[in-house]
């Protein structure tokens, strides 16, 4: 009997080629739609499904393939005696080849000006039935839902039945996954929508973006997967200008600093080393912000990643050229300072959008399980603020504040960030307490954190880390405030004249 592809695409790359492959090794193509106008306008026979059915394409289309001379012609055993009788008594003839990919529900939902009705309409529902049929069906369906799978499916022809069950049962769990995904996205789209904030499941799907070298050490295998609809403002959708391959470490080191230069809105520059800024300085030009941040800290920006809002130019990039940068990302790069940039071998640029992005839920994989939790994007904006000490900040005091609550919560907790009014000029992370941070924070500023502001990402428990604070001349401290032993800390920046801030809100950063 003669074999039967059924072919029905959004995607066409390669379509045409492939299927002309299928008719000159004598196998009959059946077709719907756009598909089936595809193939004709190219000259390839093809037969409609509707011929096949000996039913019309109704409810504006929503019902074509849904039929039993498909499906039994898809689902029906060749080495099963009943199920051949059965089709035969139908008149039912096997499909051999299934070519399917799906309505384009990911691209619908990412533009902005999609309404609710028309991205229900880009659910695909003949589509997954069809190849969830065929995959079932492997042993004797070939499916295809990739066209990067055309040409091996084109060289199996020739091979025997045995031989082509390797391809087929591939083919078929790559449909599993295909659609899995699929529903996995409409899923959280309908989730989204009815606004259901912890559903009594949920399945993710990231689509394969990079193999890697390693993951943090070189024994630890890895890759880089893209969530199939990542703001545009994401490493996952930055374009490498230069470069070697970025690694695990330089895309987490990445993410972190592009994540605190959407803080700013004035020119601003971010150095990161180990997820944690050791620079951040803002300038009336991006040339002079990267100044700051680098003077902040010129020992750890060795070897550093490197964030800034607005263009590099010729300016900037002579600066950042004169020292060893693993990354430097900006939304773009004039031409003489890419053309200075890129003379040096091992730099990687990366060109990506810089903008705040609507908060996602943000994911933490443990061992045998996954914790789910809201974007902090928490802002002073949102905060309520109080002033409990007798002196109230100054304006230079207040832009310090502002500039350190923007950075403390980027910073792996316990976490102090001292600033002047245009850079940090301390930076304590990740201690066990909060004094050893502030003494950290401290000791890098010198003699800088005289007439510094100092940030602190949680309540103080004890006064001690405002007499810490107040020995080295800081004179502004923002908080959250609420610890049971407010007062301590109040009387103690009273005691020595120190202007202090609480937001009543925390970040910790674990």
Not at 73 to 81: E, I, P, V
Not at 332 to 353: D, H, P, Y
Not at 463 to 491: L, M, N
């Amino acid at each position: 009997m003669k074999k039967r592809a059924l072919v029905s695409v959004s995607d066409k790359a390669g379509l045409i080629p492939f299927t002309q492959g299928l008719v000159d090794a004598g196998i009959e193509v059946i077709s719907t739609g756009g598909t089936k106008r595809a193939l004709e306008e190219a000259g390839v026979p093809v037969q409609s499904v509707d011929s096949v059915t000996g039913f019309p394409e109704i409810l504006d289309g929503r019902v074509k393939t849904l039929h039993p001379m498909i499906h039994g012609g898809l689902l029906a055993r060749r080495d099963k005696a009943d199920h051949v009788e059965q089709i035969n008594e139908h008149q039912i003839k096997p499909i051999d080849y299934v070519v399917v990919n799906l309505y384009p529900f990911a691209e619908t939902i990412a533009k902005p000006e999609t309404t609710f009705a028309e991205a229900i309409e880009q659910i695909d529902i003949g589509g997954p039935s069809m190849l969830r049929s065929a995959a079932k069906n492997h042993a004797d369906v070939t499916v295809i839902v990739d066209p990067n799978d055309y040409d091996s499916v084109l060289d199996s022809l020739k091979l025997d039945e045995e031989a082509k069950q390797p391809l087929r049962k591939r083919l078929a769990a790559k449909v599993f996954r295909h659609t899995a995904a699929y529903d996995a996205m409409i899923a959280a789209y309908l989730t989204e929508a009815v606004e259901e904030k912890t559903p009594e499941s949920i399945t993710i799907t990231y689509s394969h973006k990079q193999a890697l070298r390693y993951g943090e050490n070189p024994h630890q295998k890895a890759a880089f997967y893209e969530k199939s609809t990542s703001s545009p403002s994401s490493i996952a959708k930055a374009t490498q200008l230069h470069g070697k391959e970025l690694s695990f470490n330089n895309i987490q080191d990445a993410n972190a600093a592009l994540e605190i230069v959407k803080e700013f809105t004035e020119p601003a520059a971010v150095a990161i080393k180990h997820m944690n800024p050791c620079g951040v300085g803002t300038g009336s030009t991006i040339a002079e912000a990267f100044n700051r941040a680098y003077e902040a800290d010129e020992k750890s920006i060795f070897g550093g990643i490197v964030a800034v809002n607005e263009e590099v130019d010729l300016v900037t990039a002579e600066k950042m050229s004169g020292i060893f940068l693993e990354v430097v990302l900006a939304p773009s790069f004039s031409e003489e300072a890419k053309e200075l940039l890129t003379k040096k071998k091992n730099i990687r640029l990366l060109q990506v959008a810089v903008e705040q992005t609507k908060a996602e839920s943000k994911l933490v994989s443990v061992h045998g399980g996954l914790l789910v939790q809201d974007e902090d994007l928490y802002g002073l904006d949102e905060a309520t603020i109080t002033v409990p000490t007798k002196r109230t900040p100054t304006e230079e005091e207040w832009t310090a504040l502002k500039l350190g609550w923007k950075v403390v919560k980027h910073v792996k907790s316990n976490a102090i960030v001292l600033t002047n009014g245009d850079m940090t000029v301390g930076v304590g992370a990740g201690q066990m307490n909060r004094v050893g941070s502030a003494a950290i924070a401290i000791e890098q500023a010198g003699e800088r954190a005289q007439g510094a502001a100092l940030a602190s990402d949680a309540f103080f428990p004890y006064g001690d880390t405002v007499e810490t604070a107040a020995k080295a001349g800081i004179t502004a401290i923002i908080q959250p405030g609420g610890s049971v032993r407010d007062e301590e800390s109040i009387q103690k920046a009273d005691e020595h004249g120190i202007a202090m801030v609480f937001t009543a809100v925390r970040h910790f950063k674990h």
